[in-house]
């Protein structure tokens, strides 16, 4: 644990080194959600509410999907990379290390841009999400089981390049999936697809779920959103130990 | 010139052959389909059938043509051009008896072009079976010259843009906000009606609505050839300033170094 906080540390001070830098990405970032906004604010102008979501709850599920990426992607850069880094050799220098090669590596970056969501997620909770003790308690709930959810589907995804090989473009593919459907309201979508999005991309529990417990906060739905994550976690760690039985090389020496 | 077209082919069969790349963009696109055709299904639904003059099938090819014009376009290629020119490897290029920018433009516009097609193929076929064949055939037949010139409109301000790089030490994330503007005020995620009159007019007068709402308002069935034509206009400014951009940046690289 102390070695994955060190390691966090460093990528830290990596991207701290630039300070102008840093700035500029976090801030372009927050324009970027700054523009999401917009578009939500605009489109339920013209539409009305919808099957139960207006601009007020759609902008709470784009501060938990903000806090999401910014807490799981932000924070855990190589979640997304992973492939790509196993096909590039970038896992060989990891096992060399005395310590857990999946801790290492997905603690070895921070992704600066996304900081600027999880600046922005909990700006646009405190904005417009109405915060009380509970409802920021639950936010925070369910930012971290739908950044767990995400984080463990993007690293069992990209731990199919130990047995497939490739370069990890399954991932990238769940990444582009995950994020667009999460990015939008769960109850537009009919039966099939809701379904989809409960278990092969398990988008909604990303931010459906977290939503609709800020909203109105059940037990059964708080226990299935902490059970999603659990699973997702055991899954991820599970795909990516199985693969590195399997794994010889990448032939290639590079830095994680 | 002849180097130009050479390029094109070149890029056009190297896309060809990175079949993962372009099918995890087309897979992307085909998701976003399927987003916005529940999006706009529960949305018309809930006003009766159609807004702002838009029914569900017209959104829905309106939304093919928009992404499929705009997802052909690398997403980050900003940040790419901004990385080559302050790390100075644009100067290799500019040995080259060529134009800088105008081989890089015929680079990325036969990859662009393999991308579109693709994207339009499968995006025709997800529209068609969510809601039937596009509304007017002769508006489809002028949406897909649209979204060619979509795309070199895109590619070009994004050539100009990009080239603030010769001066910006760091313009590369840039790109998130371009694309915004794309986003937004080009009509990409909201037909442009469905913005405030205002700001609707701003959009309307800019070039970012070349790249995305024109091809998008003739695939929605709206037959209005002048949509090509201002196209076109913008396609003439935009190419004349990225030119012009490389031209004064190379100018410096050449008096301050690299």
Same mark, same amino acid.
């Given at each position: 644990m102390s070695v994955a906080l060190q390691t966090v540390r460093t990528a830290f001070l990596?991207?701290?080194?630039?300070?102008?830098?840093?700035?500029?990405? @976090? +801030?372009?970032?927050?324009?970027?959600? @700054?523009?999401?906004?917009?578009?939500? @604010? +605009?489109f339920f102008r013209k539409v009305g509410a919808l099957r139960g979501w207006d601009t007020h709850k759609v902008l709470l599920l784009f501060a938990i999907l903000t806090t999401c990426t910014g807490f799981g992607l932000g924070l855990l850069a190589n979640a997304r990379r992973l492939g790509e880094l196993i096909s590039g050799g970038g896992l060989d220098a990891a096992l060399a290390l005395p310590t857990n090669p999946l801790a290492y590596l997905l603690t070895r970056r921070v992704d600066t841009a996304l900081l600027g969501d999880l600046a922005f997620g909990p700006v646009l909770f405190v904005a417009a999400g109405d915060p009380t003790p509970e409802r920021a308690a639950v936010f925070i709930f369910g930012a971290l089981c739908g950044s767990i959810v995400l984080v463990g589907f993007l690293v069992a995804l990209g731990s199919v390049t130990l047995f497939a090989g490739g370069r990890g473009e399954q991932a990238d593919l769940g990444f582009q999936a995950i994020l667009i459907f999460a990015s939008y309201p769960v109850d537009i979508f009919g039966g099939l697809t809701k379904l989809f999005l409960f278990t092969a991309v398990p988008a909604a529990f990303v931010t459906g779920l977290p939503t609709r417990l800020v909203s109105s906060f059940s037990w059964p739905e708080a226990a299935a959103a902490a059970g999603a994550a659990a699973f997702f976690a055991t899954l991820a760690v599970a795909t990516f130990n199985l693969g590195l039985r399997r794994y010889t090389s990448g032939a290639l020496w590079t830095r994680a | 010139?002849?180097?130009?077209?050479?390029?094109?082919?070149?890029?056009?069969?190297?896309?060809?052959?990175?079949? *993962?790349? &372009?099918?995890?963009?087309?897979?992307?696109?085909?998701?976003?389909?399927?987003?916005?055709?529940?999006?706009?299904?529960?949305?018309?639904?809930?006003? *009766? *059938?159609?807004?702002? *003059?838009?029914?569900?099938?017209?959104? &829905?090819?309106?939304?093919?043509?928009?992404?499929?014009?705009v997802i052909a376009t690398k997403p980050r290629m900003i940040e790419t051009i901004g990385w080559d020119i302050s790390s100075g490897a644009i100067v290799t290029e500019m040995l080259r008896p060529a134009s800088v920018v105008g081989l890089r433009l015929a680079a990325e516009l036969g990859e662009a072009l393999v991308r579109l097609a693709c994207a339009l193929a499968v995006g025709g076929v997800v529209a068609w079976l969510y809601v039937g064949p596009p509304p007017s055939a002769a508006a489809a037949a002028l949406a897909v010259p649209a979204a060619v010139l979509a795309l070199c409109c895109n590619l070009a301000a994004q050539h100009a843009f990009a080239g603030a790089a010769f001066w910006l030490r760091d313009a590369r994330s840039t790109w998130f906000l371009y694309q915004k503007l794309v986003f937004l005020l080009g009509g990409m995620l909201l037909p442009l009606e469905f913005l405030p009159r205002p700001l609707a007019d701003v959009a309307r007068a800019l070039p970012f609505s070349a790249m995305a709402y024109a091809p998008a308002r003739l695939a929605s069935g709206h037959v209005d050839p002048a949509l090509l034509a201002e196209q076109a206009g913008w396609l003439v400014v935009l190419l004349a300033c990225a030119a012009g951009v490389f031209r004064a940046g190379e100018r410096r690289i050449e008096v301050v170094g690299g």
């Open positions: 990596e991207a701290w080194a630039n300070r102008r830098g840093f700035w500029f990405q @976090v +801030l372009i970032m927050m324009v970027n959600d @700054v523009a999401w906004v917009i578009f939500w @604010v +605009l | 010139m002849t180097a130009a077209v050479a390029q094109v082919g070149f890029s056009a069969r190297r896309a060809l052959h990175q079949p *993962g790349e &372009l099918a995890v963009r087309v897979l992307f696109y085909a998701f976003i389909l399927v987003v916005f055709a529940a999006l706009w299904s529960a949305a018309t639904r809930a006003n *009766g *059938g159609s807004i702002a *003059g838009y029914d569900v099938r017209s959104l &829905l090819w309106y939304v093919t043509a928009a992404e499929g014009a």
